[in-house]
């Protein structure tokens, strides 16, 4: 309500954020696949007993 009561008082017309908002998951989704992609290289180039032993 107060933001409705504000941007009207400031004739601002309001529109969801949809670009931006799929532009911030695409960002996220990239910088996780980053981030996850140099350990699962060493996981995968050790033996599966020394991974769980390493746990």
Avoid: G, H
């Avoid at 996780?32 to 995968?44: C, D, G, N, Q, Y």
Wanted: glycine content about 0%; proline content about 4%; charged content about 20%.
């Amino acid at each position: 309500m107060l933001i409705e009561n504000w941007l009207t008082r400031f004739q601002v017309i309001w529109e969801f954020p949809l670009i931006q908002i799929v532009l911030i998951l695409i960002i996220t989704l990239a910088v996780t696949a980053f981030s996850v992609r140099e350990p699962l290289k060493r996981i995968k180039a050790n033996e599966i007993a020394d991974v769980v032993n390493s746990l």
